[in-house]
Antibody, heavy 120, light 111 residues
Framework: QVQLQESGPGLVKPSETLSLTCTVT??????????WSWVRQPPGKGLEWIGY???????KYNPSLKSRVTVSVDTSKNQFSLRLMSVTAADTAVYYC????????????WGQGTLVAVSS | QSALTQPASVSGSPGQSITISCTGT?????????VSWYQQHPGKAPKLMIY???KRPSGISNRFSGSKSANTASLTLSGLQAEDEADYYC???????????FGTGTKVTVL
C-alpha cells in the first residue's frame, strides 16, 4: 500500500523559507511512471498545484509560484522535498504531497496534509 | 492560469442524482481528455474518483461517472448517499506551461 507522509515546521515567519519533506513508503520515488507532487489548500479555500519532480530530477512548477519554489528528490531516503522562499501570510495553507500518475495525469495517492502557518 | 469554474454548492436527496460542472477553456478542459475529479471530506486529503474524464480507479463505486463536452466536464453522482456529502474538485492538465489547474470546488449536501 502506497503511503505518503509530510513533515516539517508548522509555523514559519514572514519572509523566511518554508521547507517540507514527503516520505514515501510502499513505492519508490525512482518509479518511472510517477511524478512526485506538492499541492496546497489555504484554509477554507480550494486546491492549488505547486509543482512536481521526476526521479531523474526534472521539475515543473506552477507559473504563479515558480520564482519562489524548489522541489527536490532524495532517492536514497525515498523522499522528496518542497522549499518555498519569501513566504507571506498568503502562503498559509495545508500542504499535501501527492503521487501524480503520468500515464493518467491524475493524483492517485495523497499524504494526510500538514498545516503551515506563516506568522511572526 | 485561472482556476476552473465549479458551482459553489449542489444538493440532492438520498437516492437522487446530481451533476457537478467544471468549466475551463480551450487551453485546458477543452484541449485534453485529462480531467480528474477528487472527493474531499472535512479535514481529510482529497481522494481520486475519476481520471481521464470518464475512468474510475479500482474500488470507486460506479455511482460516480464523468463526462465532457467542449470546455465543460461533469461529474454525476447517482443514487446519492449520505457518505457522498463532501467537497468535490475537478482538475485538468493544461499543457506544458501551466501543467495542472484545479477547479474552485463544489460542496455537495445530501438533504
Amino acid at each position: 500500500q502506497v503511503q505518503l507522509q509530510e513533515s516539517g515546521p508548522g509555523l514559519v515567519k514572514p519572509s523566511e523559507t518554508l521547507s517540507l519533506t514527503c516520505t514515501v513508503t510502499g513505492d519508490s520515488v525512482s518509479s518511472g511512471s510517477y511524478y512526485w507532487s506538492w499541492v496546497r489548500q489555504p484554509p477554507g479555500k480550494g486546491l492549488e498545484w505547486i509543482g512536481y519532480i521526476y526521479y531523474s530530477g526534472t521539475t515543473k512548477y506552477n507559473p504563479s509560484l515558480k520564482s519562489r519554489v524548489t522541489v527536490s528528490v532524495d532517492t536514497s531516503k525515498n523522499q522528496f522535498s518542497l522549499r518555498l522562499m519569501s513566504v507571506t501570510a498568503a502562503d498559509t495553507a495545508v500542504y499535501y504531497c501527492a503521487r501524480l500518475y503520468g500515464d493518467h495525469d491524475s493524483f492517485d495517492y495523497w499524504g494526510q496534509g500538514t498545516l503551515v502557518a506563516v506568522s511572526s | 492560469q485561472s482556476a476552473l469554474t465549479q458551482p459553489a454548492s449542489v444538493s440532492g436527496s438520498p437516492g437522487q442524482s446530481i451533476t457537478i460542472s467544471c468549466t475551463g477553456t480551450n487551453s485546458d478542459v477543452g484541449n485534453y481528455n485529462l480531467v480528474s475529479w477528487y472527493q474531499q471530506h472535512p479535514g481529510k486529503a482529497p481522494k481520486l474518483m475519476i481520471y481521464e474524464v470518464t475512468k474510475r480507479p479500482s474500488g470507486i463505486s460506479n455511482r460516480f461517472s464523468g463526462s465532457k463536452s467542449a470546455n465543460t466536464a461533469s461529474l454525476t453522482l447517482s443514487g446519492l448517499q449520505a457518505e457522498d456529502e463532501a467537497d468535490y474538485y475537478c482538475c485538468s492538465y493544461a499543457g506544458s506551461g501551466t501543467s495542472y489547474v484545479f477547479g474552485t470546488g463544489t460542496k455537495v449536501t445530501v438533504l
